[in-house]
């Protein structure tokens, strides 16, 4: 039997994934995974029908066609205030997983230490343990998720390096405050830490205030590398189009692990992301509209149920405390879910290096509304509290 790296060694296939095969045995709707299954906008497909064979179809430069970094940097403007020079601070990347990849390889070394707030974004641990870096939890605790500066401080070690936010959160649907971010700019200051966030769900926030970049708050721009999708965005996750931002002498080393990993990202996909990056901001409105319109319907759900849904702040996920469900955990608890109402979800546990401090479950609502509504029909009416 040939050797395999040690690397993978405790990295079993994604529960989300597990959930997915169990909801197609059943045939039951599969609210677990993130797989948007909105329609990207269709002035983009209808121009990408027509015009794919005359876009660019060899390598980019590593970091991306100028025209995609032009692009981005403007959005960056209009939409987070935040000022990158195109030609030094944007690198184009294979999805916002790749951009985290890049970073990590190009900026920290095997047994580094990274703060990773609990929960996480799974792949966020995942790409930890790829690298053999050495995750430190943060361990937020529900209903409010905030974070503290005692918290922060209360885990780092003599090998932190480095943190991960991720804001809009998912699972939580929390964003991080103005206060919340001076703390972390505190606490990064102090012990020389990078600071990466991912902001993939940035568009897609509720309410009326808009996405707060970490960058953009007091000095933390001189530390930080932000990543993020066109995937979400424009409902376009399979392009696999990304990007990372941050300060000109992280970017180029970031530079140089993306071209040593994959080259570029896909080019003609690069050329229509230019396209999509340069839609008015009525498409932004619609985007928020149309999702606050699903998370109602699944909400709605939950509340038929006798459960308190949470209220995003932004992503399309609900996050839901099932303690009124006769369960312990998010695993009994999704596990229930399937069962009574034919309805998929993620436990908690999913989104945790240890126990949660609930049983969760993470709802995604990113699919069409006729799909939404029987599951919420489904939920409402399966007698989940009951014993
Ligand atoms: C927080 C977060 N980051 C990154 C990703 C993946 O982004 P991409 O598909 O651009 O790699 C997801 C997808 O669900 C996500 O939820």
């Known amino acids: 039997m040939v050797k395999v790296a040690d690397r993978l060694q405790g990295q079993q296939q994604s529960p989300l994934r597990a959930m997915t095969i169990r909801c197609q045995e059943l045939g039951a709707i599969n609210l677990a995974q993130g797989l948007s299954q909105v329609p990207p906008p269709p002035a983009l497909l209808a121009e990408g029908t027509r015009d794919f064979e005359h876009l660019g179809h060899s390598y980019s430069?590593?970091?991306?066609?100028?025209?995609?970094?032009?692009?981005?940097?403007?959005?960056?403007?209009?939409?987070?205030?935040?000022?990158?020079?195109?030609?030094?601070?944007?690198?184009?990347?294979?999805?916002?997983?790749?951009?985290?990849?890049?970073?990590?390889?190009?900026?920290?070394?095997?047994?580094?230490?990274?703060?990773?707030?609990?929960?996480?974004?799974?792949?966020?641990?995942?790409?930890?343990?790829?690298?053999?870096?050495?995750?430190?939890?943060?361990?937020?605790?529900?209903?409010g998720f905030e974070t503290t500066e005692a918290a922060l401080r209360a885990a780092i070690t003599d090998k932190t390096r480095a943190m991960i936010l991720c804001t809009p959160n998912n699972p939580t649907g929390r964003?991080?405050?103005?206060?919340?971010?001076?703390?972390?700019?505190?606490?990064?200051?102090?012990?020389?830490?990078?600071?990466?966030?991912d902001e993939v769900y940035a568009d897609i926030y509720h309410g009326v205030t808009p996405h707060l970049a970490p960058a953009s708050v007091g000095d933390l721009g001189d530390r930080t590398v932000t990543i993020a999708s066109l995937g979400k965005t424009f409902s376009i996750p399979g392009w696999r189009v990304g990007y990372a931002c941050g300060p000109p002498e992280l970017m180029s080393r970031i530079r140089l692990a993306a071209d040593a990993l994959v080259v570029c990202a896909p080019v003609p996909l690069q050329e229509l992301g230019i396209r999509a990056l340069r839609l008015g901001d009525d498409y932004y409105q619609e985007l928020r509209q149309m999702y606050e319109r699903k998370r109602r319907i699944l909400a709605d759900g939950f509340m038929a149920a006798g459960l308190t849904p949470n209220t995003p702040e932004g992503s399309y996920y609900l996050y839901v405390d099932c303690s009124p469900m006769p369960v312990a955990t998010g695993t009994e608890a999704a596990e229930l879910l399937l069962e009574r109402s034919l309805v998929g979800t993620v436990a908690g546990e999913a989104f945790y290096l240890d126990q949660p401090d609930r049983p969760y479950v993470r709802v995604c609502f990113s699919l069409p509304d006729e799909v939404l509504t029987e599951a919420a029909d489904r939920?409402?009416?399966?007698?989940?509290?009951?014993?």
């Not at 066609?65 to 020079?85: C, N, T, W």
């Not at 939920?379 to 014993?387: D, F, K, N, W």
């Open 61 to 143: 430069a590593p970091e991306g066609l100028p025209g995609f970094r032009e692009a981005v940097a403007d959005k960056l403007k209009r939409h987070s205030g935040l000022s990158v020079d195109p030609a030094t601070q944007v690198v184009a990347t294979v999805g916002a997983t790749g951009a985290l990849m890049a970073t990590l390889t190009a900026l920290l070394d095997a047994g580094d230490g990274v703060l990773l707030f609990e929960p996480f974004y799974s792949y966020h641990l995942a790409a930890l343990r790829m690298l053999q870096l050495s995750p430190e939890p943060v361990r937020l605790t529900g209903p």
């Open 175 to 197: 964003r991080l405050t103005a206060g919340e971010l001076a703390a972390v700019s505190a606490v990064a200051e102090e012990y020389d830490l990078l600071v990466i966030t």
């Open 379 to 387: 939920i409402g009416r399966a007698g989940l509290t009951h014993g």
